[in-house]
């Protein structure tokens, strides 16, 4: 008897129905799980590369790489993890857009949900590409170890990206059955979609791609929660501000689990929290710069009190004083005074907070770890209205994107922009200038920040590299014409002809 071994499947063995496709589209969704994605350095390269956040992590080359300083190209932490989780969600997504055309669906709707998924997470993971390294290679055809795929312009990668995109929003459907919660969506689609027209300054692209969800039907399933906490906390995952939120779990304890990876006891947590912990609690390898904390005190809200978004986004020394009657004192189960191992020495250090186990007795667990199991939510609804603003502004109608800044202002108990910055009027560059600080406020430690400085260019002028060099001394060393993008990996380089190195590496 000849027996096939189900551990040893074969192409011909696999992509033979309806579930074998859809395990394919698992198999890209579990990447995310990755060190090289949200379960790791994916914090460690926009969050810290960004004037928000710095590294004190004494992994010497991992550091450097947030400090514009790149000695070793094929660095694993903050490049090689990246690039290559990238491509391998790439080739698996290749898979199934390649065979799941002759696989036979119990319905049309099912394949297209099939196919767009993955049409999403190709485009999404060539969004990455884009905005680290620009010109890379597009491979959308099953290769072979021995190809050698041509190295493309930066505008034939973002061309890509938004044909994946722009196909996904077809296929996909505007919401899934309650079992299904956390799959991608049209709207999730359309989203990335937008910030990948932003990027390029596209702007009424960019709009017209957020129009289904700002003001169309698509809005119905959109909005803000009540407590911007909920959307950093295991309680309210999956929310109406969530557009694009990545599942994560702690379903193996640190006893019989790897930190990351693709076998059965790999982490399906993330470790966030932990890289970037108080001391004492977690590794102390990222802390946020004092200007944010400043940012955060320079405006209260109409009834005279701090930011409540500013409890929710860092920790730092005075915080119980701040919000007396909101933190209960304590923090992994442990009082402000008292801290962990560390006898409350914070001293001026600032944190980041979102997707901290915080709330004793709420979590378990005293102390972060790598199985943190709060979903990362990649693109928030907030995130939609502000980018939506964006566009209205860069298109000359400052006047009309006033509305979608004060519904994000609202919810955090703040006047509206006119009111409370009556200065700015129909300016369009004033407007722009406190909109940049708009997504700080609201988004900060969500990855987006290092997006929002290379498309306003704010590093490419004289004036605007001073004041990102007053924020964060790391901007020291950032490159006018190089920085903005990073080098690509010397060992893909040099193992393909038709490849080259970016100019200024």
Request: glycine share 6%; proline share 4%; charged share 25%.
């Amino acid at each position: 008897m000849e027996i096939k071994n189900p551990n040893a499947l074969t192409v011909g063995d696999f992509w033979l129905t309806q579930q074998d496709v859809q395990e394919g589209v698992e198999a890209c969704y579990n990447l995310f799980h990755a060190a090289g994605s949200w379960n790791r350095y994916l914090h460690w390269r926009f969050d810290l590369l960004s004037d928000e956040g710095y590294s004190m992590s004494p992994m010497v080359d991992a550091g450097n790489w947030t400090k514009f300083i790149y000695n070793n190209y094929n660095h694993n932490e903050n490049q090689l993890y990246i690039y290559n989780v990238a491509y391998r969600t790439i080739f698996r997504a290749n898979q199934v857009l390649t065979y799941a055309e002759d696989v036979e669906f119990d319905s049309q709707e099912n394949k297209n949900k099939a196919l767009g998924q993955a049409y999403f997470l190709r485009g999404y993971n060539y969004f990455h590409l884009a905005v680290l390294w620009e010109e890379v290679c597009i491979v959308n055809t099953i290769q072979n170890p021995g190809d050698k795929p041509e190295q493309a312009t930066k505008e034939e990668v973002w061309a890509q990206v938004e044909a994946d995109l722009k196909k996904a929003a077809e296929l996909l459907p505007a919401e899934w059955p309650a079992s299904e919660k956390g799959r991608i969506t049209k709207g999730a689609a359309l989203a990335q979609l937008a910030r990948a027209y932003l990027q390029q300054h596209k702007y009424q692209e960019a709009k017209d791609a957020l129009e289904w969800m700002v003001n169309g039907e698509g809005k119905k399933y959109y909005g803000l929660v009540e407590d911007p906490k909920w959307n950093f906390d295991v309680e309210h995952e999956n929310n109406i501000e969530s557009v694009f939120e990545v599942q994560m779990s702690d379903m193996f304890s640190d006893s019989n689990m790897t930190p990351q990876g693709e076998t059965k006891t790999g982490s399906m947590g993330h470790q966030r929290a932990y890289i970037f912990g108080l001391k004492g609690v977690g590794a102390r390898d990222g802390l946020v710069r004092p200007w944010v904390l400043e940012e955060f005190k320079k405006e209260k809200t109409v009834d005279g009190k701090w930011d409540p978004r500013l409890r929710v986004t860092i920790f730092y020394a005075d915080l119980a004083n701040d919000f007396p009657d909101k933190e209960t004192g304590y923090y992994y189960g442990y009082t402000w005074d008292q801290g962990y191992q560390n006898q409350g020495s914070w001293g001026t250090d600032i944190y980041f907070r979102k997707y901290s186990r915080d709330d004793w007795p709420t979590y378990s667990k005293k102390r972060e770890d790598r199985t943190n199991p709060i979903n990362i939510r990649v693109i928030r609804y907030a995130d939609v209205l502000l980018m939506y603003a964006e566009c209205l502004n860069e298109l000359n109608n400052t006047a009309g994107a006033y509305q979608y800044v004060d519904m994000v202002r609202a919810r955090a108990n703040m006047a509206p922009l006119a009111e409370a910055y009556p200065e700015i009027g129909n300016d369009k560059n004033k407007f722009l200038a406190r909109l940049q600080m708009e997504r700080e406020l609201e988004l900060c430690g969500e990855c987006v920040r290092w997006f929002d400085l290379k498309r306003w260019g704010l590093a490419e002028t004289a004036d605007g590299l001073a004041a990102l060099q007053q924020r964060d001394p790391d901007f020291l060393n950032y490159k006018q014409g190089v920085s903005y993008r990073q080098p690509l990996p010397s060992s893909e380089v040099l193992n393909n002809p038709n490849m080259h190195q970016l100019s200024g590496y």
